[in-house]
């Protein structure tokens, strides 16, 4: 999956709602038909889940994957369990992710530690208060993903099988508080968050972090997104707060769709960095295609470039991948193969290409990978 010698082989939410722009909507069941002919007795109901049968309104989702690449290998799977709110009323609902596999080190939170090779990336309640609008005002409490960017934890939901530079180096993966969000009309929504920190369940000084959206949509093809944050970020320092913008535009062509994102941050002089004595400053623009040539076969584009003038998201541990450094410029060019021609099954080749300013791919400046990835769905 990602280069660079680890892989982020994750959980999937089902549905391709988790990739298209737009707020999650609790989903029900279709009636099964009755028999109107009053001869025979109606047929039994049809099976379901036995999480569904003893726990009404319960869902059980997730998925199991693997997937290897000439740098390395990687395996690991996902279980959801999910109660979903009804918008259109007081009511409450909860959300979590169990995280097994390799991987589970690259995103888990200071804080909390399940072991190296288990993680709950999601793990929130969620309270509803019905609103005019009939979409609900929402309070979220726990763990929450980020607003940032557009790929997910879900590898499966994202257009391409790897992660892409700016979710692994520009974004925090997930926030611990709490969130407010709604969606005003068919045209606009927003979350704000009080939040521990970036990725930290326990905050790692005394001062918390925000974070906000803004989404508006003009058309049912066409969405743009922005979000803000700022707080201190590093261990016992409240002072040295970390701010910037993020922001994403997707736009639907027919059998094609286009996102565009780009970011921006800084963060003041603080210990941690590089080089403590000078604020830190960053940038990133990243583009992806996606074009379904049926309802089967698909492919994707993704280019990326991250701007790390002064080594602060790139140079910062050594799970990411990269050496310690006080400044490079680093990009990369995907293409996936997206082939789902069995029954809850989807099968991922891809060829990627990467590129930095420095030798941080085993002493050379550039590294090419050849994967395959499959992920069982259930």
């Not at 700016?166 to 969000?181: D, H, L, P, R």
């Not at 910037?244 to 003041?268: F, P, T």
């Not at 960053?282 to 992806?288: C, R, T």
Request: hydrophobic share 40%.
């Amino acid at each position: 999956m990602r280069v660079h010698g680890f892989r982020l082989a994750r959980a999937a939410l089902m549905g391709a709602c988790l990739i298209a722009p737009g707020m999650l909507r609790a989903q029900s069941g279709a009636s099964a038909p009755v028999d109107s002919t009053a001869k025979k007795p109606d047929p039994p109901p049809p099976p379901v889940n036995h999480l569904e049968t003893t726990l009404a309104g319960f869902k059980l989702t997730g998925y199991a994957a693997g997937s290897y690449s000439y740098s390395g290998r990687s395996d690991g799977g996902t279980t959801i369990v999910d109660k979903p709110y009804d918008p259109a009323k007081f009511s409450a609902g909860f959300h979590t992710e169990l995280l097994v596999g390799q991987d589970a080190t690259v995103i888990q939170s200071g804080g909390f530690n399940l072991g190296s090779q288990a993680d709950l990336p999601h793990l929130y309640v969620t309270l509803n208060v019905p609103t005019a609008s009939g979409n609900g005002l929402q309070f979220k409490v726990g763990r929450i993903p980020t607003l940032m960017g557009l790929e997910v934890i879900e590898t499966v939901a994202n257009p391409n099988w790897s992660e892409g530079n700016q979710f692994i180096y520009v974004e925090n993966f997930t926030g611990t508080g709490v969130s407010v969000e709604t969606k005003f009309n068919d045209h606009a929504d927003a979350q704000f968050r009080v939040i521990n920190g970036w990725d930290q369940v326990s905050d790692n000084n005394t001062h918390k972090s925000l974070m906000g959206r803004i989404g508006i949509y003009p058309d049912a093809s066409t969405s743009l997104g922005i979000v803000g944050f700022w707080g201190p970020e590093e261990l016992n320092d409240n002072t040295a707060n970390r701010y910037g913008i993020d922001g994403l535009l997707w736009r639907k062509l027919g059998r094609a769709a286009v996102w565009i994102q780009g970011d921006y941050g800084q963060e003041q002089a603080n210990a941690a960095l590089p080089d403590p004595t000078q604020d830190a400053k960053w940038w990133a623009l990243g583009a992806w295609v996606t074009y379904d040539f049926s309802s089967s076969v698909g492919w994707a584009l993704r280019g990326d470039y991250v701007n790390d003038e002064n080594g602060a998201r790139s140079g910062f541990n050594g799970l990411v991948g990269f050496p310690a450094n006080f400044g490079q410029k680093f990009g990369s060019g995907t293409a996936t193969l997206n082939i789902k021609a069995w029954p809850s099954a989807v099968v991922r080749p891809e060829l990627r290409y990467d590129r930095s300013t420095l030798g941080a791919f085993n002493g050379k400046k550039d590294q090419i990978t050849v994967a395959l990835a499959v992920a069982y769905l259930y």
